[in-house]
């Protein structure tokens, strides 16, 4: 692989095949990185993960000038996992891009054959219908209507699946006030753990409390992720507007007393109004 000055770093525009020779020459025993050589599919795992939350969160700031190299990062994982297979001969950078491009001809047939598709209602019920039958391909047993979700991605993400593929085959409230007074019910059932003291009826009751909220926010057409994100991000402004009230008037936030915190807060909430 040829060597680059800085200079010839800064001139040259790169494309795909150079970064698997990069990931090659990292990878190399003899004269590649130490740190790179050390690596295997789990313990880059939490960078992949990593990756993809900064890629979301440069979209979700609009940060597009950031955007390509988060996409870079995200990208690289990709390669990273595909010089391992390929040093341990199980498949390599190229069978990556063949599956999914032939993933996505076939799953298209609207596009890539004379199938036609009129609507948006019509493709999603065409993909669901054609990964079930990749599923059956797959599997010889019976395939439920709760299969193939992903169990490994966020837990918000994984109840979302799980009620989106229920309410397909009609196990579904009809309004979104079925989920609010579900929710109502999970959070008395959480008080009433509360009071017995049993940690694992908390813990079940809890996560009841959890389902209901993702189901609602299913119901209402808005994505939970971007609520609890919303959320963060307004207590995380509250919070340091708090802290920084208190400098002003010369005191300590954290050596307050809990009731002149939360007069901090009131006064910092009713200011945005």
Request: proline letters at 3%.
């Amino acid at each position: 692989m040829k060597r680059y000055a800085s200079n010839d770093i800064k001139m040259k525009k790169y494309n795909v095949n150079d970064l698997l020779q990069v990931m090659a020459k990292l990878r190399d025993p003899n004269t590649g990185c130490v740190w790179d050589k050390q690596q295997n599919y789990d313990s880059i795992l939490p960078h992949t993960i990593e990756e993809v939350y900064e890629v979301a969160e440069a979209i979700k700031t609009k940060n597009f000038d950031e955007l390509p190299g988060e996409l870079g990062d995200l990208l690289f994982q990709i390669v990273f996992y595909s010089q391992i297979a390929k040093e341990e001969d199980r498949f390599q950078f190229e069978d990556v891009t063949h599956a999914i491009t032939e993933k996505m001809i076939r799953r298209h047939p609207h596009v890539f054959s004379d199938h036609k598709i009129e609507t948006v209602e019509e493709q999603s019920l065409l993909w669901d219908e054609i990964k079930k039958s990749e599923a059956l391909e797959k599997v010889s047993n019976e395939v439920g209507a709760l299969s193939g979700v992903n169990k490994f991605q966020p837990p918000i993400n994984v109840a979302r699946e799980l009620q989106k593929k229920a309410a397909k085959v009609g196990f579904d409230w009809l309004t979104h006030e079925g989920p609010i007074d579900k929710l109502d019910e999970e959070l008395v059932e959480v008080k009433e753990a509360i009071a017995s003291g049993n940690i694992a009826a908390i813990k079940d009751e809890l996560g009841d409390v959890f389902f209901a909220a993702v189901n609602l926010s299913r119901h209402l057409g808005i994505d939970p992720d971007d609520a609890i994100s919303s959320t963060n991000r307004k207590f995380e402004r509250r919070f340091n507007e708090m802290e920084k009230k208190a400098k002003e008037n010369g005191q300590v936030f954290s050596e307050l007393s809990l009731q002149e915190q939360e007069k901090y807060w009131v006064n910092v909430k009713s200011g945005e109004h």
